[in-house]
């Protein structure tokens, strides 16, 4: 029974690797060697995948949360903090609008 019991948490950390079909491979083997019940196979694939599944995305929750981190500590740009070239375009062009202003707005005090 203790071998079962480590075998499946080998298996479980092995879901992190292995693909689905590398998963069933390794529960037929273990049905083939009478470890596993036929019956209960399809379960204990379905188990494993799951629990695989659950493993990589809190791994790349906390790989993505690291990397946050870390990126941010360097103190580089985010997407969101990039200015575009449309945006700098109408930016430009606001700054333009203004400074003709103003120079209108010089010129008609100078000729009062």
């Keep these: 029974m ?3 019991f480590e075998k499946s948490i080998d298996l479980g ?7 689905r079909e590398k998963i069933e491979e390794m529960v037929d083997k273990l049905v083939n060697k009478g470890e596993i019940a036929k019956k209960d196979a399809h ?3 379905y188990d494993l995948v799951k629990k695989g599944e659950e493993q990589r995305a809190q791994i790349k929750s ?3 949360d690291e990397v946050a981190e870390v990126l941010n500590s360097m103190n580089i740009a ?3 903090d ?3 070239k449309d945006e700098i375009k109408d930016i430009i062009k606001e700054q333009l ?4 202003n103003d120079l ?3 010129d008609e005090n100078k000729v009062e």
Excluded: D, H, P
């Design 2 to 4: 203790a071998n079962i």
């Design 13 to 19: 950390i092995g879901t992190l690797i292995y693909s």
């Design 43 to 45: 379960q204990f694939t």
């Design 62 to 64: 906390i790989v993505k």
């Design 78 to 80: 985010r997407k969101e």
């Design 82 to 84: 990039i200015v575009s």
């Design 97 to 100: 609008k203004i400074a003709f």
């Design 104 to 106: 209108k707005a010089m």
